[in-house]
């Protein structure tokens, strides 16, 4: 089994709609979480950080449930730049483990 | 400010070829790393070096060496290369500690291993 499960996709998804996907992890004693973006052919870049409160940066939520080892990424009103993969990223003990990715794909 | 610089961009070896992979970062970031992303399958960790004059083993090492040359230089070789090396390779940084945070990573090099 994998440590970092992601559904890949591809969630096509209408230009201002909203999009949610979940990420699972393994390790119930991982600290931290994180999401990365990842442009087609392009290294993978720091979306947001995953808080134990839920945390939200623009039209982008975050959201962490421990009990149920997961995490998830909302995207409201979705724009064409937000075409991309999404990577779920977990830290273990200093070891980050990275998911393979949900793919995104916003149509006009 | 460039970041994260790897070369060479792309690469087409023949089985067992060497060859070194160059990264560069300007952050001034304690730690680097190598990873390679291969389709349906998460970036996986090579090798990394928490500091200048350190470098430890991750989760797919065989077949792959390194140097910290220092803090700015950290190298990646492929003393003999196989078909299943074919891969995306990144080289990031970070600015190092107990937990990881953001880490850059470079363009990424294309290698192809015939």
């Known amino acids: 089994r994998k440590e970092v499960e992601q559904d890949p996709g591809p969630f096509n998804v209408p230009e201002g709609a909203t999009v949610a996907f979940n990420c699972t992890y393994s390790n119930s004693a991982s600290q931290s979480f994180f999401w990365y973006r990842q442009d087609c052919r392009k290294e993978p870049k720091l979306l947001m950080s995953?808080?134990?409160s839920g945390n939200e940066d623009g039209r982008f939520t975050a959201q962490l449930n421990r009990a149920s080892q997961y995490i998830s990424l909302l995207i409201r009103d979705s724009k064409l730049s937000d075409s991309a993969t999404y990577l779920c990223?977990?830290?273990?003990?200093?070891?980050?483990?990275f998911g393979a990715g949900t793919q995104v794909v916003v149509t006009p | 400010n460039a970041g994260v610089t790897q070369t060479p961009k792309f690469q087409v070896l023949k089985t067992g070829q060497s060859m070194t992979l160059q990264c560069a970062q300007d952050?001034?970031?304690?730690?680097m790393y190598w990873y390679r992303q291969d389709p349906g399958m998460g970036l996986r960790l090579i090798y990394y070096s928490a500091s200048e004059g350190t470098t430890d083993k991750g989760e797919v090492p065989n077949g792959y060496n390194v140097s910290r040359l220092n803090k700015r230089e950290f190298s990646l070789r492929l003393e003999s290369a196989a078909p299943s090396q074919t891969s995306v390779y990144f080289c990031a940084s970070a600015e190092g500690g107990a937990v990881p945070y953001e880490q850059y990573f470079g363009p990424g090099t294309r290698l192809t291993v015939t």
């Open positions: 952050m001034n970031h304690n730690s």
């Open positions: 990223v977990v830290n273990s003990w200093g070891k980050l483990q």
């Open positions: 995953v808080y134990s």
